[in-house]
């Protein structure tokens, strides 16, 4: 009974997070071009090699793409690094880049 139960709230848990999550990944289609694969590698990389949870990641990815939304420094530089070793982007696009997403200090 306890696994079915936790099972039940690991699952709420990913309908909750699932529209950021989606809406990050679409923040990197349309911002650099990338695939709905290529933009969720990106959010996991950058959730990996920073140690942040990936709804965190997406939340910090939306706030940054409103208007005077902000991003952590640290979370920028490992956005740009995942956007410059994902397979669709072997170099840092020429559109608007991370260094687009403001930073907090």
Known sequence: MQALRQEIDQ???ALDTRPVID????????GFG???EAAWEIL???SQHSNTKLREVAD???EAARPGGEMPQHLQQHLSAALQTTQNHPTAPAQPGAEGFRHSQ
Not at 23 to 30: D, E, K, N, T, Y
Request: hydrophobic letters at 55%; charged letters at 15%; glycine letters at 4%.
């Open 44 to 46: 996991v990389k950058v």
């Open 34 to 36: 990338c695939s709905a």
């Open 11 to 13: 699952l709420r848990q």
């Open 60 to 62: 910090y990815l939306v």
């Open 23 to 30: 809406m990050a990944r679409g923040i990197l289609m349309s």
